[in-house]
């Protein structure tokens, strides 16, 4: 089965720190997506990355850069000079292979982040 | 941009009542799905469907029906809406299920059941 663990449930910063959010997964399958997503107050989820397992260069967008080590299963998220308006939950989610369907995801319970001014 | 769009962003019903959420997408996407976020639980898969009238359980779909009639709406159904099913509930469509594409989502429904 599949699992994706985001330990810290909450994390506290002060604006202008850096901010590392965890992702572990577990997974059977050779080939997979790994996706971070963005829910504010307003409740939408957004999308914020894809990552192909094939992948493991990291990437960078802006303040935001994610490193992804197949080796050790994981997949972070790092925000740099964080600012009050990154004030989210974020979730880790990885893809999986039905029997119908290919497009079904795993979250992770989500990280609380919240950056005070 | 991908659209994906809520009937609802609040709701309030009584226990025993009939409830139907409505999700449409605007992007001839083949799947979409129904999720519930509670907390310290994550989003949980209650049905997803992959073409018109088809769909497949997920890991939650005790209480829970869906139709899809259209390709562009899913609705989830709470045949007889129960206080333990108070929730988020956010619907999502990608684009193919062949590949494992990126899934979109909507405002999300707040529901509240008495």
């Known amino acids: 089965a599949q699992k994706v663990t985001q330990a810290q449930t909450e994390i506290s910063v002060v604006e202008k720190e850096d901010v590392t959010l965890d992702c572990v997964y577990e997974?059977?399958?050779?080939?997979?997506?790994l996706f971070w997503y963005k829910q504010p107050p307003s409740g939408e989820l957004v999308f914020l990355i894809r990552?192909?397992?094939?992948?493991?260069q990291n990437e960078i967008s802006g303040r935001y850069s994610w490193n992804f080590q197949k080796s050790t299963s994981s997949f972070n998220f790092t925000i740099t000079a964080s600012q009050v308006v990154d004030s989210a939950v974020y979730f880790c989610?990885?893809?999986?292979?039905?029997?119908?369907?290919?497009?079904?995801?795993?979250f992770g319970e989500g990280t609380q982040l919240t950056v005070n001014p | 941009d991908v659209k994906v769009t809520q009937s609802s962003r609040y709701l309030v019903k009584r226990t025993g009542e009939k409830v139907f959420l409505e999700c449409v997408q605007d992007?001839?996407?083949?799947?979409m799905f129904w999720y519930r976020q509670d907390p310290g639980l994550g989003l949980r898969l209650i049905y997803f469907?992959?073409?018109?009238?088809?769909?497949e359980k997920g890991d939650i779909p005790e209480g829970y029906s869906v139709s899809r009639e259209k390709k562009e709406r899913f609705s989830l159904i709470l045949e007889s809406a129960s206080t333990n099913q108070t929730s988020m509930y956010l619907c999502?469509?990608?684009?193919?299920?062949?590949?494992?594409?990126?899934?979109?989502f909507g405002p999300g429904t707040r529901l509240l059941v008495l």
């Open positions: 999502a469509s990608s684009f193919s299920r062949t590949t494992r594409e990126t899934q979109y």
């Open positions: 997974t059977r399958d050779t080939t997979y997506y």
């Open positions: 990552r192909n397992s094939f992948d493991e």
């Open positions: 989610a990885l893809s999986e292979i039905g029997k119908t369907s290919g497009s079904r995801l795993t």
């Open positions: 992007m001839d996407h083949e799947n």
């Open positions: 469907s992959y073409d018109v009238k088809m769909k």
